[in-house]
């Protein structure tokens, strides 16, 4: 049974910008792609996480992370491809404690899952700074 005074959905319905993607996040198993791709004819490493409900590997919505899309070989792309499965768990549990401290006053984009904190949590990841740090949001 499930006690729902401690369900915690990531989609709270007063949060505008995440409308009809919920997904409880403290349940739901994340799953990060940084793959190569070419964009304009242009080599590109497209970069992003995302949550789903740990009983549903083909969810048709989940609760996704900013996409990074940036030039094969710049920092960034090394960076994202050198997030290896063991540092999976060290991503999802920072940007899970962005969206637990999150205000939910964005309209448009989720600023608990923006690109400046999909960023932070890989460089934590990969030990370039504090994975406990506390949370940023804005």
């Keep these: 049974m ?3 005074g401690r369900v ?3 989609v709270p319905s007063t949060c505008p910008a995440q409308v009809g993607t919920g997904v409880e996040i403290s349940s739901a198993s994340f799953s990060f792609e940084a793959r190569l791709c070419t964009e304009n004819g242009q080599p590109v490493t497209e970069i ?3 949550f789903l409900a740990p ?3 083909h969810a048709e919505s989940p609760l996704q ?3 990074f899309v940036v030039p094969t070989g710049s920092p960034i792309s090394s960076l994202g491809l050198s997030c290896t499965p063991s540092r999976l768990e060290a991503i999802a549990v920072e940007l899970r404690q962005n969206v637990f401290h999150c205000p939910c006053i964005a309209t448009d984009r989720c600023p608990a899952l923006n690109e400046m ?3 932070e949590a890989m460089e934590h990841a990969v030990g ?4 406990n740090r506390s949370p940023r949001t804005g």
Excluded: C, I, N, Y
């Excluded at 370039?128 to 994975?131: E, S």
């Design 55 to 57: 009983d549903d590997d």
């Design 8 to 10: 915690r959905k990531v």
């Design 2 to 4: 499930t006690d729902l």
């Design 117 to 119: 904190r999909l960023l």
């Design 48 to 50: 992003f996480g995302f």
């Design 65 to 67: 992370t900013e996409v």
């Design 128 to 131: 370039d700074g504090p994975a």
